[in-house]
């Protein structure tokens, strides 16, 4: 997992004792809307969505948490990073686990070995330019473009999530997702 991330094998040993397991059952919260956030979980396997209530009143998901998109870092970063109530929900899809850090034990493990505060930055950077990825496809592609590139790159997810998720998190009315979808399996 975080060897991915220019982490030895020696040095991920160092950072063992920090984490923590935590095993989601489906429908299981990690992050709730309106508490304070001073977790980061890295997923080991399953799935997450992140979700908010739109001005609107309505449920929408913000982000997928999967092996197979690469999303792999689970916090409300805003709350995390501003001490502040967390926007955002995260909820197991299915059966997950995650390995998770605290604030404090990542000052922690700053603290006592200054080097991995460049995998942290490596962390944090990768998520922003995923975020910067995702801004580019809602400016830049339709409705239905959408919905081949993520089927394209993410075939799996559309087995394991629900067709409301995947509509919700690209943008899409969910009647004009299943009409779209349908003609892309059609091809």
């Given amino acids: 997992m975080l060897s991915k991330?220019?982490?030895?094998?020696?040095?991920?040993?160092?950072?063992?004792?920090?984490?923590?397991?935590?095993?989601?059952?489906?429908?299981?919260?990690?992050?709730?809307a309106g508490k304070r956030n001073d977790r980061v979980g890295f997923l080991e396997y399953g799935y997450l969505v992140a979700t908010y209530i739109s001005e609107k009143g309505k449920e929408e998901v913000s982000q997928i948490y999967a092996k197979e998109n690469g999303n792999i870092v689970i916090s409300s970063h805003e709350s995390y990073y501003y001490d502040s109530i967390s926007t955002e929900t995260v909820?197991?899809?299915?059966?997950?686990?995650?390995l998770v850090l605290t604030k404090k034990d990542i000052n922690e493990i700053i603290s006592k070995y200054p080097e991995f505060e460049t995998v942290i930055k490596e962390?944090?950077?990768?998520?922003?330019?995923?975020?910067?990825?995702?801004?580019k496809q809602f400016q830049s592609y339709t409705?239905?473009?959408?919905?081949?590139?993520?089927?394209?790159?993410?075939?799996?997810?559309?087995?394991?999530?629900?067709?409301?998720?995947i509509a919700s998190f690209l943008g899409i009315n969910r009647n004009d997702f299943t009409r779209y979808l349908s003609q892309i399996l059609k091809k």
């Fill in 123 to 135: 962390i944090a950077e990768r998520s922003y330019i995923k975020m910067v990825d995702r801004i």
């Fill in 91 to 98: 909820k197991a899809v299915q059966k997950t686990k995650l």
């Fill in 5 to 32: 991330i220019s982490v030895s094998n020696e040095d991920f040993k160092k950072l063992m004792p920090y984490f923590k397991t935590e095993i989601l059952e489906k429908g299981d919260t990690f992050i709730v």
């Fill in 143 to 165: 409705a239905k473009e959408r919905i081949e590139i993520f089927f394209d790159k993410h075939k799996v997810l559309f087995n394991v999530l629900s067709k409301k998720h």
